[in-house]
């Protein structure tokens, strides 16, 4: 909220001084209680620097509130250096405005003049910290003529209005487009400043990236390291899923292929993975030949998604079907991107934006990694979330890490492209500490896009080969279909409940988690080889690992959260726990907090879990523990106590 303070001073209630010749107070109390939040959860946000604060600003062509608009994003970024540390503040991505060229955002006017000045308002604020902020370039999904106008006069000096001054200085003119590099930092020199690409398919018509002179149209990605994102050790952990960091390619320890699969092209077009790829490269190729000083910037994709419209409610978006569409896409850039060192674009980050949380009626079927039911009946009227497919397989993308190995599809003795419905990712770590050790990770997608088919099935053969030998190598396999893996599938079975009760809520949780098969040790030969028939779609992960000198770590941050009388959400951090090979976590609890014994549940790796016991004593004290696949047992967490709201 944005008030006339002219008294008003920089407080810790969160109100907030934006000029003193302004007299505009901030109040950053609901920011200020959000963002403290998400650090609490260990989150790390993006900012969209856009907007409108109780309708203040409605005209960049106003230079009056140009100045206010630069004031407030400086302020917003002291504000929260000063409470956080600059080092925390640095991990943040801050956009510029989102699609300027829709001009439809809060009301305010876009004008060319008015983009003009918002943009250089947003990056043109504080500089020289070290470490850098992480400022984003102008997102938009393509390059219109009325955004390229933008870029143009943004980059080539074309700027002439006179803006920025507060009442009663002199004023000064807009840097012109030579200068954005000042302000921006100089192309290539600075990693924080990336370029934007926004959304996936369904807006434009198809654009396609052409072949390469005397290469096929695509081309097998090398593997010889590349420059680029050597800093980005992987994929995110679960809690951060809508931020799948791109393995940096390396030569491989191990190889790895897939044989005998069936598999056609995907269509192209909205709904199509291979689109949202094509649609980045005729962009990036676009502003490599428009804006040469700029060929070298990273490029960022932060809403990669398959279909415009969040809240458009598609049956593939519940279920498996997205999320092995997800990890396809996410194979598609870094085999044929980030891999190949004949790409000329700097691909650092790769996100969907999908963090919405669905309404009735269509609690699965819109663009979220959860399903939202607002349950009425209950007093008070509460809110569960399930976990949608999609947020399960980030859990096994989290599992890629460290080099990506070679890997390959073929068909008949024919290598297929990554246009195909069946894919592999594959990577090696290598050990940094007594409780990590060697592994490898291999994750198949089996995918017809937004297609599911009931009855179609593709028979795989899995060869994996130069293996090191270890103490105890075992492996893990992890699996996701619509049968075994879907709550959406088992919300339709009990006749689509609008408020679901205790029991069917565990019946939909029950089918969150991917099927698991016990660990099995390793062939001594160093080979393996797995025949699988994967339905369409699915998701096949097997993981490979050498047993840790020691047992995980400690669990830590455990806390017990209300959720409704009878119910409670335990959630806890694995900052501690230091391997990737934990087959589960152990919890236990005591209604006295003397005798603990451990509640029975599916095996799971994800920091959170919902305890809806059929007596509804939930009042005690709950513990948590990491397992690893060889039931080795890492310490209890801290102990924490809860006490559960009585019967009426």
């Known amino acids: 909220m944005v008030t006339e303070a002219p008294m008003a001073k920089p407080s810790s209630s969160g109100c907030e001084r934006g000029s003193a010749r302004q007299g505009l ?76 060229d829709h001009h439809d955002f809060d009301n305010v006017s876009m004008t060319l003049q008015g983009g003009q000045a918002g943009l250089l308002g947003s990056c043109g604020s504080e500089r020289g910290w070290q470490p850098p902020l992480r400022r984003g370039g102008v997102d938009s999904v393509s390059l219109p003529p009325r955004l390229l106008e933008l870029l143009r006069r943004l980059l080539r000096g074309s700027a002439s209005r006179q803006l920025g001054s507060a009442p009663g200085r002199p004023r000064r003119l807009l840097p012109p487009a030579a200068a954005l590099p000042a302000l921006l930092g100089p192309p290539g020199a600075l990693p924080q400043r990336h370029q934007l690409l926004h959304r996936g398919g369904g807006r434009e018509a198809g654009l396609h990236r052409p072949p390469q002179e005397g290469q096929a149209r695509d081309p097998r990605p090398s593997v010889r390291p590349r420059p680029q994102p050597s800093a980005y050790a992987g994929v995110p952990r679960t809690r951060q899923p809508q931020n799948a960091r791109l393995l940096p390619a390396a030569p491989p320890p191990l190889r790895g292929g897939l044989g005998g699969c069936s598999g056609g092209a995907s269509a192209q077009g909205a709904g199509s993975s291979i689109y949202i790829l094509e649609q980045e490269a005729a962009v990036v190729r676009q502003i490599q030949r428009l804006f040469p000083k700029f060929a070298d910037t990273p490029v960022y994709n932060d809403e990669a998604d398959p279909l415009v419209g969040w809240s458009l409610p598609q049956p593939w978006r519940a279920d498996v079907t997205y999320a092995a569409m997800v990890v396809k896409v996410i194979a598609q850039h870094q085999n044929l991107l980030v891999a190949n060192s004949s790409s000329s674009v700097r691909y650092a980050l790769l996100s969907n934006d999908n963090a919405f949380l669905s309404y009735h009626p269509h609690p699965f079927s819109q663009r979220t990694l959860t399903a939202r039911f607002q349950v009425n009946n209950t007093r008070p009227p509460h809110v569960q979330l399930l976990r949608k497919p999609v947020l399960t397989a980030m859990a096994l993308l989290a599992l890629l890490d460290g080099e990506q190995l070679w890997a390959e599809v073929s068909r008949d003795g024919t290598v297929l492209d990554s246009n195909h419905t069946v894919g592999v990712l594959a990577s090696t770590h290598h050990p940094m500490g007594p409780a990590d050790a060697w592994r490898a990770t291999v994750l198949v997608y089996a995918s017809d896009d937004t297609r599911a088919h009931a009855n179609r099935s593709v028979p795989l053969t899995l060869s994996l080969y130069g293996v090191p030998p270890g103490p105890e190598v075992v492996f893990v396999q992890l699996y996701m279909d619509n049968w075994l893996c879907s709550p959406y599938g088992e919300w339709r079975r ?15 949780r029950a089918a969150e988690d991917p099927a698991a098969v016990m660990p099995l040790p390793f062939p001594s030969s160093g080979r393996l080889t797995l025949r699988p028939e994967l339905p369409l779609p699915s998701l096949w992960l097997v993981h490979v690992c050498a047993r840790p000198e020691e047992p995980p770590g400690q669990v830590t941050r455990l806390r017990a959260l209300p959720l409704t009388r009878g119910q409670l959400l335990l959630v806890w951090s694995d900052e501690r726990v230091g391997s990737k090979c934990l087959w589960t976590y152990e919890i236990q609890f005591s209604p006295e907090g003397v005798v603990y014994l451990p509640i029975n549940r599916k095996p799971s790796t994800f920091n959170l879990f919902v305890f809806s016991p059929d007596t509804a004593i939930v009042s005690g004290s709950y513990r948590v523990r990491a397992v690893d696949y060889w039931a080795r047992p890492g310490p209890f967490s801290s102990p924490v106590w809860y006490l559960g709201v009585p019967a009426p």
């Open 25 to 100: 107070s901030y109040n950053f109390t609901h920011l200020d209680r959000y963002l403290d939040l998400l650090r609490e959860n260990q989150l790390v946000p993006g900012f969209e620097l856009m907007g409108s604060p109780s309708g203040r600003f409605t005209d960049f062509e106003d230079e009056q509130q140009v100045f206010e608009w630069k004031n407030l994003v400086s302020l917003l970024a002291r504000r929260y250096i000063g409470r956080y540390g600059l080092k925390h503040v640095s991990k943040w991505n801050f956009e510029t405005w989102n699609e300027p």
């Open 494 to 508: 009990l006749g689509r409940p609008v408020y679901p009760s205790a029991e069917q809520f565990r019946r939909m």
